[in-house]
């Protein structure tokens, strides 16, 4: 039986039994998205999608009295809140509807703030909780931002916050695992954000030139056999370029087997290949935990995939990889799913949704994770009515799980009646994998989690080196950040 089928199928034959009890991206507005779905559904194979809709919030019946609910975003994000009216898209609509139904069941008044950018929402939040004000009952907030806000007391423990259960499928099982520090959690991730998914790492394939060399057939059982890893996707990359213009030198009017955005769009390669870089000790605590000889192969294949392969274009901007890929002059291009909503609208070629590759075939899983711009969630610690919080963000969360992922599904296939259900699986794989390391989204920035873009943003090969130099103020910085975490928690 192939690998990845059976881990989707225990996945879903646990919805089912649940059910019986359930940094920088691509300019997004989600609103706008796919207008042409008018009047089209969100489609999907009834097992699955009735699988979700069975999964019970466990809820209780509440009427909070028309009570406001206010609720902050930063603006790079604030389509995941604000839907003022179903506009035909199906993403926007799904939202829309998210947000009528938690109202009218909870006889709550939803108040969605665009709070602007991600450094005025931080103002506001400490303002706010400063001068001891309930002016937010939740916040999402870009997650670097948000992780020093955590660090700062100004956000509730999730795990004292009544009704809200973190271990339901609409929260990052990955987010409880890495990102508390003695079992205490300030900020979470999960469906609640349809952005966290929209910015989730994959991996794209131009099914056409895949037809050209015979991998377009076979792509999708290459990878649920367990056997698309990175030396199986380098060998598809290799000597791959095509002189198209006929001028000896390789331009962006070429073909070539990947268009790569060298910064941001490598660091999934850490955590695809199966690492992180911050584990927890016996007591909790995150500790640094690089392997440092798998992550100097790493940093090899990872360069000898972008700058050796004569197979690949390469820049650090944020345009040149996805206007060869909509061109159809890659075979792959590594990017968000993003992408495939808002900026494959007009490409001539089929395309395929494929995981960050894994770094063997014995690594059982495919791992990948939301660009440092996604949003994390949090309940400011000034918040007045905690049983309303957990109640209201609970449901929030649970209906963007049941109608919001699937119409971020079916927008990103541009699926349309009959779905590709092999295709849906992939992209639940790729959804189900997403990481969230402690030491990337405490990392400020330039720190531990952002060590292959740094590397390869400066065409650089040598990591034991680089870690070398790096090492004791990386410990430094964690010991920090865990003081400053526990002090929070106290």
Request: proline share 3%.
């Amino acid at each position: 039986m192939k690998i990845m089928s059976r881990i989707t199928a225990l996945l879903f034959a646990g919805l089912l039994l649940a059910s019986c009890s359930d940094t920088a991206a691509p300019t997004a507005d989600t609103n706008n998205a796919d207008d042409t779905a008018a009047t089209e559904a969100v489609t999907e194979p009834a097992d699955m999608l009735e699988a979700r809709k069975q999964i019970s919030d466990d809820l209780p019946e509440k009427d909070f009295g028309g009570a406001d609910f206010p609720i902050v975003t930063y603006n790079y994000t604030h389509t995941d809140y604000i839907a003022e009216q179903e506009t035909g898209a199906l993403i926007n609509d799904a939202i829309f509807r998210r947000n009528s139904r938690v109202s009218e069941r909870f006889h709550v008044n939803l108040i969605l703030e665009d709070g602007g950018n991600e450094g005025e929402v931080t103002t506001k939040i400490q303002n706010a909780v400063r001068a001891g004000d309930d002016t937010y009952q939740l916040v999402s907030q870009h997650m670097i931002q948000s992780a020093k806000l955590a660090m700062q007391n100004y956000f509730m423990d999730w795990y004292t916050v009544d009704h809200v259960n973190l271990e339901k499928p609409w929260w990052n099982q990955h987010c409880t695992e890495t990102l508390s520090i003695d079992n205490k959690i300030f900020t979470m991730a999960g469906s609640i954000s349809p952005s966290f998914m929209t910015h989730t790492y994959c991996v794209y394939l131009n099914k056409r030139l895949g037809n050209d060399i015979d991998v377009t057939a076979t792509i999708y059982d290459t990878v649920l056999d367990g056997k698309w890893t990175i030396d199986y996707y380098s060998s598809l990359v290799k000597d791959s370029w095509v002189d198209l213009n006929g001028n000896s030198t390789q331009d962006d009017q070429d073909q070539y087997g990947l268009a790569a955005q060298v910064t941001s769009y490598v660091t999934p390669f850490i955590y695809s290949f199966g690492e992180t870089t911050v584990s927890r000790d016996a007591n909790g605590i995150p500790v640094l935990s690089i392997n440092e000889e798998k992550a100097a192969d790493m940093v090899s294949k990872v360069y000898s995939l972008i700058y050796e392969s004569n197979g690949t274009i390469t820049t650090d901007g944020w345009s040149l990889h996805q206007d060869v890929f909509t061109a159809g002059r890659a075979l792959f291009m590594n990017g968000v799913f993003l992408h495939a909503i808002e900026r494959f609208n007009n490409m001539e070629d089929d395309y395929a949704i494929l995981p960050y590759p894994k770094w063997d075939e014995a690594q059982t899983e495919y791992l990948t994770m939301s660009d440092g711009a996604s949003p994390l969630v949090s309940i400011p610690t000034t918040c007045a009515d905690i049983e309303r919080a957990g109640i209201v963000i609970e449901a929030l969360a649970a209906e963007s799980y049941k109608s919001v992922i699937p119409a971020i599904y079916d927008t990103a296939l541009k699926v349309r009646g009959v779905r590709d259900e092999t295709s849906m699986q992939i992209i639940d794989i790729i959804e189900r994998g997403n990481v969230i390391d402690f030491g990337y989204v405490f990392g400020d920035m330039n720190k531990l989690g952002f060590y292959m873009s740094i590397l390869m943003g400066t065409k650089t090969n040598n990591f034991a080196s680089y870690y070398e130099k790096q090492k004791k103020s990386w410990e430094k910085h964690l010991t920090t950040i865990i003081d400053s975490y526990l002090e929070s928690a106290n």
